[in-house]
């Protein structure tokens, strides 16, 4: 955060912070990393989005530098739409939001015997979520970005999607809660399908404070005539900070997919 008004060029600070917690994941096989510009409401939305992607590309650009590869990262830019109600500057709004994730490499197979095939689609899935934000205004009004990773153990592969959405919270005032990584939840699915099939329109559905949360998600995008069991899926998160009451309307957004053998 705190990127100069008008500026899209990362400071020392953001250098010296994606040089010690970012790069050294990121030049490490089988890692993936999320980069999201964001910027202040002042300022036309045309400008505020182009203004958003140039500091998450020069973001990205910086990491190119220190020897990232560029395939393991990837960009999204949302202009003033996350900056919350104070229509001025704010530091916190003028920023690249960062998520890095590890995945873990698919053993070699054994020479002999052959292994069967690994079949392409499956009933059985594991959820978890590896951190959220959520922001609300004055009247009702709530931001949500949400990060997931949806697992098939039989198939070895994993997909990271974003949850996105403005929607009806309820906090104390202007609220704000940021929840961390949380526990894998089971669940299933009435047909087959693999972990690529879950993105499209979803419901997120929230009231947590401190480590005490019940949340739900209702993944609307499926394939005709597949549905979770249960549906809609009632989930463990990780510690919240803060507290939060919303239920939104959003799309669960589709980022990296790659093999994946556990935590």
């Known amino acids: 955060m705190n990127f100069d008004i008008d500026g899209d060029a990362p400071k020392a600070e953001h250098k010296i912070f994606l040089d010690a ?5 990121l030049t490490q096989a089988d890692s993936i990393c999320f980069l999201r510009g964001e ?15 140039r500091r998450a590309n020069n ?24 900056a ?27 020479p002999a015997p052959q292994p069967a095939p690994t079949p392409k689609t499956t009933t059985k899935f594991k959820l978890r979520m590896l951190g959220g934000l959520a922001a609300g205004g004055l009247k009702a009004f709530q931001i949500e970005a949400i990060f997931f990773q949806i ?11 974003e949850y996105f959405s403005g929607g009806v919270g309820k906090g104390r005032g202007a609220s704000l809660s940021v929840t961390m990584k949380g526990p894998f939840n089971d669940f299933s699915t009435t047909s087959a399908i693999t972990t690529t099939d879950f993105g499209g329109p979803a ?22 005539g597949v549905a979770t069991i249960p549906n809609p899926l009632k989930i463990d998160t990780g510690f919240t900070v803060g507290i939060s009451m919303s239920s939104s309307a959003g799309g669960m957004i589709l980022g990296f997919t790659g093999p994946f053998v556990g935590p």
């Open 39 to 53: 910027a202040s409401h002042t300022g036309s939305d045309a400008h505020n989005l182009e203004l958003s992607k």
């Open 59 to 82: 973001v990205l650009a910086y990491l190119i530098s220190r020897g990232v590869p560029a395939s393991r990262v990837k960009v999204q830019f949302t202009g003033e739409s996350l």
């Open 151 to 161: 697992w098939a153990p039989s198939l070895s592969i994993t997909s990271f999607y």
């Open 21 to 25: 917690q970012v790069v050294p994941i």
């Open 203 to 224: 419901r997120f559905t929230s009231t947590s404070a401190g480590p005490f949360s019940v949340n739900f998600l209702n993944m609307m995008g499926l394939p005709s």
């Open 84 to 110: 919350g109600t104070f229509l001025g500057e704010s530091s916190e709004a003028r920023g690249v939001s960062v998520l890095v994730a590890r995945t873990a490499p698919v053993p070699a197979p054994t």
